[in-house]
């Protein structure tokens, strides 16, 4: 996709997903915080919403931030993993590697790749270090397992902290690599 079309596509996607969709009545005391039931629940996703067992919406329903975890979310984190890895391949590609040799390899070879070249890394403002944006990289290519693999791991054992801490480095790591290619496709390759 061309820079911006990511974007665009993504938070449309991210629109459908509303705090309304996954909303239950119930009747819950306490101090929550209140949102429009259109709010989408990517953009609730953040460091202020651990404190909470539940988000007030209106009409006597609320969102429990347990439902976070479930499956609104796996499909946004998915989109995210999927422009993660196509971007480090996007990269591998200016660099002048064989296409078929990019289809057969994996993601922590990209990672391993793109955090070995100082030169590459330069080309973005995101990660003062290469240490910090290799270990955001690290963590979002162990989070995909998490994401990509059906099953109860993200709804029973991941944190909502770390849910939080993961949306904040992809956000992070995909405008970092973005810069990279920009820098790459201003300059004629690698």
């Known amino acids: 996709m061309y820079p911006g079309e990511f974007d665009a596509l993504f938070g449309q996607i991210a629109h459908l997903f509303a705090l309304k969709t996954i909303a239950e009545k119930q009747s819950v005391s306490g101090n929550f915080p209140r949102y429009n039931p259109e709010t989408p629940i990517w953009d609730v996703l953040g460091s202020d919403l651990v404190a909470h067992e539940y988000i007030e919406i209106g009409s006597g329903r609320v969102v429990s931030t347990k439902r976070f975890l479930r499956k609104p979310i796996r499909i946004l984190f998915f989109l995210l993993l999927a422009e993660f890895e196509g971007r480090l391949f996007r990269i591998e590609e200016l660099r002048g590697k064989d296409i078929s040799e990019l289809n057969e390899g994996n993601l ?49 054992e991941v944190k909502l902290e770390t849910l939080v801490k993961r949306k904040r480095q992809a956000v992070k790591v995909l405008s970092a690599l973005q810069q990279i290619l920009d820098k790459m496709k201003h300059d004629g390759g690698f």
């Open 108 to 156: 922590n070879d990209f990672v391993r790749n793109l955090s070995e070249s100082e030169e590459l890394l330069r080309f973005q403002t995101e990660y003062p270090t290469r240490a910090e944006f290799h270990e955001d990289m690290k963590a979002l290519s162990a989070f995909r397992n998490i994401i990509m693999h059906v099953n109860k791991k993200l709804e029973r």
